[in-house]
Antibody, heavy 116, light 113 residues
Framework: QVQLQESGPGLVKPSGTLSLTCAVSGGSISSSNWWSWVRQPPGKGLEWIGEIFHSGRTNFNPSLKTRVTISLDKSKNQFSLRLTSVTAADTAVYYC?????????WGQGTTVTVSS | DIVLTQSPDSLAVSLGERATINCKSSQSVLYSSNSENYLGWYQQKPGQPPKLLIYWASTRESGVPDRFSGSGSGTDFTLTISSLQAEDVAVYYCQQYYTTPYTFGQGTKLEIK
């Protein structure tokens, strides 16, 4: 079955760039699914960041659109998130997930702290 | 954006009793071409990612116990746990995937009374 695993730096400086990767195993990133990023600030609810299709088509949350890039690497079967100009408000657990019928497969999440 | 409002924010139910969580959408998430409601329910336990319980508003995900059920259509939805078990203590979220940006309800914290 499909499994997802996030990776990336756990600490990013303010005004810096957050970069995370989601490795897909047990299935192909080129399948007909959208691949999403979702975040959860400490003690708060879930916020959808954006998604990418295997064609490279993307959709983003307008609240983050000017700062977000999502890309995919078919050769490595993974997709990535890039968030620029980060502040303390971007401190959160970041999850990658697959949209099939709902978000049916999730990674375990990776904690990113924005701090100097 | 579609706003999802859950009620209540928290809920305490005795073991073996019924738990009901509501989710109201600011606009319909019923897609007329296939008559499906693009609404899912998730369970999140501390330190874990959300787990999909229900999709299309009422279809139970594989492996989810049948005490979990979803109902509703259009703008009003309900998640019901028919007989609460200790392992059901969690935060529950509804989510719409009808249109981007996908949005979540604020969450309902379910505890044992």
């Amino acid at each position: 079955q499909v499994q997802l695993q996030e990776s990336g730096p756990g600490l990013v400086k303010p005004s810096g760039t957050l970069s995370l990767t989601c490795a897909v195993s047990g299935g192909s990133i080129s399948s007909s699914n959208w691949w999403s990023w979702v975040r959860q600030p400490p003690g708060k609810g879930l916020e959808w960041i954006g998604e990418i299709f295997h064609s490279g088509r993307t959709n983003f949350n307008p609240s983050l659109k000017t700062r977000v890039t999502i890309s995919l690497d078919k050769s490595k079967n993974q997709f990535s998130l890039r968030l620029t100009s980060v502040t303390a408000a971007d401190t959160a657990v970041y999850y990658c997930a697959r949209l099939y019928n709902g978000l049916d497969v999730w990674g375990q999440g990776t904690t990113v702290t924005v701090s100097s | 954006d579609i706003v999802l409002t859950q009620s209540p924010d928290s809920l305490a139910v005795s073991l073996g009793e019924r738990a009901t969580i509501n989710c109201k959408s600011s606009q319909s998430v019923l897609y007329s071409s296939n008559s499906e409601n693009y609404l899912g329910w998730y369970q999140q336990k501390p330190g874990q990612p959300p787990k999909l319980l229900i999709y299309w508003a009422s279809t139970r995900e594989s492996g989810v116990p049948d005490r979990f059920s979803g109902s509703g259509s259009g703008t009003d939805f309900t998640l019901t746990i028919s007989s609460l078990q200790a392992e059901d203590v969690a935060v529950y979220y509804c989510q719409q995937y009808y249109t981007t940006p996908y949005t979540f309800g604020q969450g309902t914290k379910l505890e044992i009374k």
